[in-house]
């Protein structure tokens, strides 16, 4: 996992603790993405209730809030549970929010932090396995990318152990991974 910078990483590491969710993707996501921005560190306990487990949608229009610190609360929130309104009146009145579409939020020089944030959230869709090597990466040439097909069937499946403790069961090459070459896209 990548971080921002030691902020980030220590921001990341305490929530965790705080909150004891180590084996859970929702909150790992929330608060990986809310440590991006010194915003939403420094507001943490006003975009999350520590004793309800929750977050506050309506954090979203305070105004220590910049555009960039929007977009990690909109994803963050996204990741959390699905959430695509900006605030509660939004919600009661199914208002989903246009700010919530990729081309809104990834335009930024945090895009590859979000990405790490999707990692965080969906382990299980995210896993890169090259299946010539038997493993994540890239293939042998470089010039090829495998990446996991969402299949829920899964056949002759082998186990990879992810070095963060959480274990992924991957199908067969042929089963849940296909090559595409660099610059080439469906």
Wanted: net charge negative; charged share 30%.
């Amino acid at each position: 996992m990548i971080f921002l910078d030691d902020l980030h990483k220590k921001f990341y590491e305490d929530s965790v603790l705080r909150t004891n969710c180590s084996r859970d993707p929702y909150r790992k996501a929330l608060f990986y993405t809310l440590g991006l921005t010194s915003e939403t560190r420094d507001n943490i306990n006003t975009l999350y209730d520590f004793k309800l487990g929750c977050i506050n949608f309506d954090a979203l229009q305070k105004g220590w809030q910049t555009g960039t610190s929007r977009k990690v609360t909109r994803l963050a929130f996204n990741l959390f549970d699905g959430m695509a309104y900006d605030s509660e009146e939004d919600f009661s009145n199914s208002n989903i929010s246009k700010y919530y579409v990729v081309d809104e939020i990834f335009c930024c020089g945090l895009a590859p932090y979000f990405w790490e944030a999707i990692k965080l959230r969906y382990p299980e869709y995210t896993k890169l396995v090259d299946p010539q090597m038997g493993k994540e990466g890239c293939g042998v040439d470089n010039k090829t990318v495998f990446y996991p097909i969402a299949d829920e069937k899964v056949v002759g499946a082998e186990l990879f152990v992810d070095d963060t403790a959480d274990d992924y069961t991957v199908g067969d090459a042929d089963e849940r991974v296909r090559p595409v070459e660099k610059g080439i896209s469906d």
